[in-house]
């Protein structure tokens, strides 16, 4: 017997010290770089509660070791300067975990819309999609570094740092779109839905081969791609809300079947909206609008490493008001579809490679037929673009490249007619069916000195095409240049460095400069009597345009320890040949009641410098603030202020999310904005302050209702960049329910 009972003990004795040394043992993987493929040496290791001390780093080949894990599986906090930090569940049962970090472009952020929010260098996601009632406006405006130009309730300019569209390289899954209204009606982003997307990619600088193609800046918006399973499973989402302020309404769903080796996401959208009441209870005439989305996504996987995606877009929108402006716009209507192709691990040379070739045709109404104008006009708009581009990672010994080739062909074409009373028609060509062929070949590469210190370098090179094809448009231009052939060839390009150190386990800083020259704009290049509401002006385009130049300046140093969040950034542009507007009196107007006319010129330099600074401090694991703010600044030449530059602004949000509902309170501010120039129609803007309420609760695991209050106090008020000083929307109570099935 007391044999048989130490035989026991033993045995319990020895699971217990092999339970003990299972529950010990080291966890092993490697580390890769998302982008090349390639193994990253020096990445630090840390607890996910933890950023003061890492645990363990990646050796020369990319490989890691724990040691005495006492868990089977960890959650660890990936961190190396020159990209997104990254949290994953690490496992002893796996022989070689692997994990894979995204390169971090500087001075750029994505805005998670619909897929998984990973830990990166901006966790803002969560702040921004605050219900499904919000627009794609809604959540540029709230990006550090951004606001936008409101003429109306409908599809508002994008602005970044106080550059506006005529400086921005917009795009929706990598596509160029030609907006066509002249009057920038129908910005890009105009033409999407944020039930469609996935991300929206913003870049503030020409920092990388993808971003501001032949601009300063970029927004290119990513669609929600079709995904494959390996059984056949349908599943999808339907929802809806109310909006008190407008009498706005909004039904969406989206819909997935994913299989072995194909997969379809379709989404649809439908919004509406009446006349808004600003702060005072006053109606703000013709600010309603209607609009329909379709968007879908094909996905055929041929095999785990080849793939090809479709993707076709609809959208619709009509009897959309324009208050800011004298015309409304009776409709608006895009057609946008591509083909891509995806390889990777093609040979010992070529990583992977993306092909592309798209197409897409835009109209576009103005009209004035409710409006009490004494004059009636039309003005339609027409763009396509067709494109295709390849894009790939090389490896070359020790070397990576980024090389990326692209064409595009667009046409754009827009007309008038005004019919005064008693009199014939008038007609007129304002873009003259111009065609503009761009051809651009991007290359760069980027290496680690030593284990921390990242240098990134790149070069574009594009040559542009453009020629007028309308007889009437080149006959309207001779009369301001006689000697314009009808035809213009540039050549032109760009080059960046990037610099990124970690000073320590919690502070990072980067250097980033770029040279670049953009493109001149439709409206620059041909423009004929194009009428600003803004400052009153006609407007008359320039073909013997210099090509504007800017040499851009960052620093940044950002701090992130456990539970706080500090990003710091230092921007300038400082800009050659900088294009304007400037007044020619020897001319008539064209419009009624307008000020003058103006020919577009370039000025000898401009400036913009301004800071961003964003704090996130985690207060517990139930509260959570943010603090976003942010100043531009621009000067012109003759040391008189640029116009339209955003005042010193920004938004402190707070957070308390619970199981199944989270609580969210807002404070939007701006200071006044006095530095103005009034030789572009602008006056001072006051001070504003708005507080808005917003929350969220699971019902049953079924239902997820969302629910808030904007501009609680009902504060009358208006931003700075808002044309005419249209006031925002008063108080709203908006309600939003979604379910999933």
């Not at 001075?107 to 969560?126: F, M, R, W």
């Not at 109306?152 to 005529?166: K, L, T």
């Not at 003058?596 to 913009?608: D, E, H, W």
């Amino acid at each position: 017997m007391k044999s048989f009972l130490t035989l026991i003990f033993l045995i319990i004795l020895q699971t217990g010290v092999s339970d003990l040394l299972k529950s010990q043992s080291k966890i092993e993987g490697m580390v890769y770089s998302e982008n090349t493929g390639e193994p990253l040496s020096g990445v630090s290791l840390f607890t996910d509660d933890n950023n003061k001390t890492p645990i363990g780093k990646t050796d020369e080949n990319g490989k890691f070791v724990l040691e005495n894990i006492k868990k089977s599986t960890v959650s660890i906090k990936f961190k190396r300067v020159g990209y997104s930090q990254k949290i994953v569940e690490l496992s002893g049962s796996i022989k070689i975990n692997k994990v894979y970090l995204a390169e971090e472009l500087p001075e750029s952020e994505e805005i998670i819309v619909n897929d998984n929010l990973y830990d990166n260098n901006l966790a803002l996601n969560n702040f921004y999609m605050t219900s499904d009632l919000n627009s794609i406006d809604e959540l540029i405006s709230k990006t550090p570094g951004m606001t936008v130009i409101k003429r109306g309730n409908y599809a508002s300019e994008p602005v970044i740092r106080g550059m506006n569209s005529d400086r921005i390289n917009v795009t929706i899954d990598g596509m160029k779109i030609q907006s066509a209204c002249t009057d920038k009606m129908d910005p890009v982003t105009s033409y999407a839905e944020t039930n469609n997307l996935k991300s929206i990619s913003v870049s503030k600088g020409a920092f990388s081969k993808d971003d501001c193609a032949s601009t300063c800046s970029s927004i290119d918006m990513k669609l929600k791609d079709a995904e494959t399973e390996n059984k056949l499973t349908l599943n999808g989402n339907i929802n809806g809300g109310y909006l008190s302020v407008s009498n706005g309404a909004k039904v969406d769903g989206s819909f997935n079947l994913k299989s072995r080796s194909f997969g379809n996401n379709l989404s649809l959208s439908y919004r509406t909206s009446g006349d808004y009441k600003d702060g005072s209870g006053n109606e703000v005439f013709h600010s309603g609008y209607n609009k329909v989305n379709l968007t879908n996504s094909s996905l055929f996987r041929a095999d785990d490493k080849n793939s090809f995606k479709a993707i076709v877009i609809y959208d619709y929108a009509w009897d959309i008001g324009y208050p800011a402006l004298t015309m409304d716009v009776k409709d608006a209507e895009a057609f946008i579809t591509g083909i891509q192709f995806n390889s990777k691990d093609i040979s010992k040379l070529i990583k992977d490679l993306e092909a592309k070739v798209y197409f897409n045709k835009i109209n576009h109404v103005m009209d004035d037929s409710q409006r009490d104008n004494r004059i009636k006009m039309d003005m339609p708009g027409w763009t396509d673009t067709k494109g295709a581009y390849i894009d790939s990672r090389l490896n070359a010994g020790n070397m990576n490249f980024g090389v990326k080739a692209e064409f595009s062909e667009l046409n754009a074409n827009a007309e008038m007619t005004m019919y005064p009373p008693g009199a014939s028609p008038m007609y007129m060509v304002t873009w003259p069916d111009v065609n503009k062929d761009e051809l651009s070949l991007s290359i760069n590469t980027g290496r680690m000195i030593g284990s921390n210190l990242r240098v990134d370098l790149g070069v574009r090179a594009f040559g542009i095409n453009s020629k007028v094809n309308s007889e009437i448009g080149y006959s309207e231009l001779k009369i301001f240049y006689p000697e314009f052939s009808g035809e213009d060839s540039r050549f032109l390009g760009n080059v960046y460095m990037n610099v990124g150190t970690g000073l320590w386990n919690s502070m990072t800083a980067g250097i980033n400069y770029s040279y670049s020259k953009r493109n001149l704009t439709i409206s620059e290049q041909y423009a004929f009597y194009i009428f600003n509401r803004l400052d009153s002006y006609d407007y008359i385009g320039n073909p013997y345009l210099k090509n504007e130049s800017s040499n851009q300046l960052e620093l940044n140093l950002n701090y992130d320890a456990d539970n706080f969040r500090l990003e710091n950034s230092l921007f300038g542009y400082f800009f050659g040949d900088y294009i304007v507007g400037k007044v020619d009196s020897a001319l008539s107007p064209m419009t009624e009641n307008s000020n003058g006319v103006k020919i577009y010129t370039n000025i000898p330099s401009a400036v913009i410098m301004g800071f961003e600074q964003t704090a996130d401090i985690k207060i517990s694991e139930k509260i959570r603030l943010i603090n976003n703010i942010q100043y531009t600044y621009g000067r012109e030449n003759n040391d008189k202020y640029l116009p339209q530059m955003p005042p010193l602004m920004g938004t402190l949000s707070g957070r308390y999310t619970a199981d199944k509902y989270l609580l969210q309170g807002e404070a939007v501010w701006a200071a006044s904005q006095n530095k103005i120039n009034a030789d572009y129609g602008e006056t001072g803007t006051p001070s504003f302050l708005v507080f808005n309420l917003r929350s969220s609760i699971n019902l049953f695991d079924l239902f997820t209702l969302d629910a808030g209050i904007e501009n609680i106090f009902d504060v009358n008020y208006y931003e700075h960049l808002d044309w005419q000083k249209i006031p925002r929307p008063g108080r709203n109570l908006y309600i939003a329910i979604n379910t999933e099935f």
